[in-house]
């Protein structure tokens, strides 16, 4: 009958009998599976907290999914190559893969790219300084699996941005960052450029 359920089962030394680790493994899976996500991640950061070693699993999981290794780098100046978005994000570590996305049609930059690192720390170490002055211009980054949406939780981010008009043809990006630096801190800032004639707006 055991044969028949495919069941494997060692007997201990005092006659009881214990599944075999594959059954353990399904067992758990079955307990876990109509668990919501909530529960899971309460679980493991549990188990996390109280065992290194599990600790150490949940990072090189975590570390091998591109969900938090690849950042999404929005206002880039429309000349800025991939070459160049490189070079500012290879201080932080091992660069996978990356790009600034063109215009199929016309060949031109839109103005934003993806950086892939190798681990998750390097990506890590670049958002703790979302803000990259790249060709004269200050791009922003976050998690490409966050998209947009990180970007527009900010609910005071009405109250500190602020709109700046009539400033010379010949203001750059990085004068603007300059003169608006003494007044504070500043989390992102650039001229505005025509896509066309890449000329001040």
């Not at 494997?8 to 075999?20: D, P, R, V």
């Not at 899971?40 to 150490?56: C, H, M, R, T, W």
């Not at 941005?161 to 650039?190: A, D, N, V, W």
């Amino acid at each position: 009958m055991e044969d028949l359920k495919k069941r494997k089962l060692e007997e201990t030394g005092n006659g009881q009998l214990h599944a075999s680790p594959s059954e353990d493994v399904e067992q758990l899976r079955s307990l876990l599976d109509p668990l919501a996500k909530a529960q899971l991640v309460d679980l493991l950061a549990k188990l996390g907290s109280q065992y290194p070693s599990i600790a150490e699993e949940i990072k090189n999981v975590a570390s091998a999914d591109p969900a938090h290794r690849k950042l999404f780098v929005r206002g880039l100046a429309w000349n800025t190559t991939s070459e160049a978005l490189y070079a500012a994000f290879e201080v932080h570590g091992e660069i996978e893969e990356g790009a600034v996305i063109t215009d199929k049609a016309s060949g031109k930059s839109r103005g934003y790219g993806f950086i892939t690192y190798k681990d998750m720390q390097s990506a890590q170490r670049a958002l703790r300084a979302p803000g990259k002055l790249i060709d004269g211009r200050m791009a922003a980054c976050s998690l490409a699996s966050e998209g947009l949406s990180n970007v527009s939780a900010t609910p005071d981010l009405t109250q500190r941005k602020l709109y700046i008009g009539g400033i010379s043809p010949e203001t750059t990006s990085e004068m603007l960052l300059i003169f608006f630096g003494r007044h504070g801190e500043i989390e992102e800032g650039s001229v505005a450029y025509d896509k066309d004639t890449n000329k001040s707006r």
